[in-house]
């Protein structure tokens, strides 16, 4: 079990966090037009996965549009941010921030926790209880793990530049 910490307060984590080199494992959120969506749905791009607890915070809003403006101009790279966030307050952000890019999707895991369980980032005690820590894992077109950053402070933001330079090496 990983922990991170939240302004300095331990936090632990439920699972174990997928390591470079696993198989990622399928998982199940809601889009913005209430449909499920998986992992499966993505098959034959390469993936950049960015686990956050709620776009209604500053650095997880600020994230997103980061790899908004970053990610999703590069062809053949889809970008999922995945959050504990209601599939309405998702596309209602995304709306007001004008992230209207096909490559970059928002999934809420407001009815399974299947992402961030399997992933290693559930959230297992205090107040963000429930929710998923902040990572980045990027997945190949096999979706075989071939970068993981775990953000050891929820309030920070990840490393953009690795994650983007190791999706880029993939396509």
């Known amino acids: 079990m990983a922990s991170v910490t939240l302004k300095g307060n331990p936090v632990q ?30 098959n034959g791009k390469v993936k950049i996965l960015v686990s956050v607890p709620s776009l209604d915070t500053s650095v997880c809003a600020m994230e997103t549009k980061k790899f908004h403006e970053r990610a999703t101009k590069l062809d053949g790279i889809v970008t999922v941010v995945v959050s504990g966030d209601l599939p309405f307050a998702m596309n209602r952000f995304c709306t007001m921030e004008g992230l209207d890019s096909p490559n970059l999707i928002t999934l809420s895991q407001f009815r399974d926790f299947s992402f961030s369980k399997a992933y290693g980032t559930h959230i297992a005690d205090g107040g963000l209880q429930g929710l998923s820590a902040r990572a980045v894992f990027v997945l190949d077109k096999n979706d075989t793990v071939q970068y993981v950053e775990l953000v050891p402070e929820i309030a920070s933001e990840p490393n953009y530049e690795a994650a983007i330079g190791a999706a880029k090496k993939l396509v």
Do not use: Q
């Open 13 to 42: 984590l439920e699972g174990k966090l997928l390591e470079v080199g696993a198989k990622a494992p399928d998982f199940h959120g809601t889009a913005k037009d209430l449909s499920t969506k998986s992992l499966k749905d993505y």
